[in-house]
């Protein structure tokens, strides 16, 4: 669950902003947005009404969550001084192996 402490963290090692991976609803980054932290979060499905997301059905969005894979994510923000996120990586994915390593 997101709470303060994780809001100080960020705040501090945040450097040029916080690129989200697999961000889902935005739940994290809408909390960490309200609280100073500069976060871009990029999901392959948004959650939206005419979005089905595998994990979060037609739920909406908490912020803005952008589509795209690791490798789009990675590629649109330019991550030299950022911060790599990612919460809850798809179970029986190589998604996190593969974000990290593009990172």
């Known amino acids: 669950m997101p709470n303060e402490q ?26 960490l947005q309200n609280r100073e932290v500069n976060v871009t979060p990029y999901d392959i499905c ?14 909406p969005a908490h912020t803005l969550v952008h589509r795209g894979t ?16 990612m919460c809850y990586p798809p179970p029986g994915s190589k998604m996190a192996e593969n974000a990290i390593q593009s990172y």
């Open 6 to 31: 994780a809001a100080i963290a960020f705040r501090k090692y945040q450097g040029d902003g916080v690129i989200e991976i697999g961000a889902g609803t935005g739940y994290w980054a809408k909390y």
């Open 46 to 59: 948004p959650p939206g009404p005419k979005n089905m997301n595998d994990y979060h059905g037609n739920l």
């Open 70 to 85: 690791h490798i789009q994510a990675l590629e649109n923000q330019p991550h030299s001084g950022h911060t790599l996120f």
